[in-house]
């Protein structure tokens, strides 16, 4: 996309129905959308090289939120469609639930490792 000689990146689809899609300038395109076929979409902020995940949709409707640089991205928040809230501490690999808000206004609290 863009002038002639000032084309830039914006979508790789892979064989596997896999979609990327870019964004910047030409030479800094960076990754900001993920569609894997079975519905998945992973969203990312970041320059090039150091994009990181931010959040993920998955298939159910359920939606998760990720915090920390690239690579280290920890799981902080799943929303459910039926309107569940959980919330999660952690290092990633390592999160766990530390509060959940249930749809009809119950909040639940936990400790432990």
Do not use: I, K, N, W
């Amino acid at each position: 996309e863009g002038e002639r000689g000032a084309e830039r990146f914006v979508r790789g689809e892979f064989a596997d129905g896999t979609m990327e899609h870019f964004e910047g300038e030409r030479g800094a395109e960076r990754c900001v959308r993920m569609e894997l076929a079975d519905g998945l979409v992973q969203y990312y902020e970041g320059e090039q090289g150091a994009e990181r995940m931010v959040r993920m949709e998955l298939a159910d409707g359920s939606v998760q939120s990720f915090e920390g640089e690239r690579g280290a991205e920890r799981m902080v928040r799943v929303e459910f469609p039926d309107g569940e809230v959980q919330h999660y501490e952690g290092e990633r690999g390592a999160e766990r639930c530390v509060r959940m808000e249930l749809a009809d206004g119950l909040v639940q609290y936990y400790e432990g490792e």
